[in-house]
């Protein structure tokens, strides 16, 4: 298993969402080190109308879009969720990766703790079953917050590569109703199972 280099992120969001798929997730907290291999990724480029930076409009929210690929942009969403994305590309191109979909590897009962306040033996079928499926999810469980927003992937968070290979499927985007043409580009990956 190695460390996935910082230069990595300075590729094409297009390019990496696909190619993330499989890589390891980490957080080294307090409480220990938590891993979860991606299994679901979602591309957001500036020219794409349900990118936060689209046209290029820079803000305060949005600014770490604008950082070079490495850094990390959270952000809040619906009043109560905190989402995890990768900035890619280069500095003043803003692009990211949405990562929505974990798989446990290491620490999956301190997942079940941070998200549903429940030992692992405990959990409901539902909380079985929607596990770390969706970007709302995986944060709390991977001990992820705003506090995380521009710091860069060399750190207390990081990727790992494996080697893990999996098919990868091609869809539409989820949540972007607003976002007119670009809810039918296909700028989902999903490990094709």
Not at 166 to 171: E, I, N, Q, R, S
Not at 173 to 189: K, N, T
Request: glycine fraction near 8%; charged fraction near 25%; proline fraction near 5%.
């Amino acid at each position: 298993m190695k460390k996935i280099p910082i230069n990595y992120y300075q590729g094409q969001a297009l390019d990496l969402a696909p190619d993330l798929l499989g890589k390891i997730l980490c957080h080294q907290t307090k409480g220990g080190l938590l891993m979860g291999r991606i299994v679901e990724t979602e591309a957001y480029l500036q020219d794409d109308k349900a990118c936060h930076a689209y046209g290029g409009k820079k803000t305060k929210r949005n600014a770490p879009l604008f950082l070079p690929g490495g850094h990390i942009y959270t952000y809040f969403t619906y009043g109560i969720h905190t989402l995890f994305n990768i900035v890619t590309g280069p500095e003043g191109n803003a692009q990211a990766v949405l990562i929505r979909a974990l798989e446990p590897i290491q620490g999956e009962e301190t997942f079940y703790q941070n998200r549903y306040q429940v030992k692992k033996e405990t959990a409901s079928p539902y909380q079985r079953k929607t596990r770390w499926h969706g970007p709302a999810q995986l944060t709390p469980a991977m001990e992820i917050t705003l506090e995380d927003n521009k710091k860069t992937l060399d750190g207390a968070i990081y990727l790992l590569d494996d080697g893990y290979q999996k098919p990868v499927k091609a869809t539409k985007r989820i949540g972007i109703d607003y976002a007119q043409e670009a809810v039918d580009y296909l700028y989902r990956f999903i490990v094709d199972k």
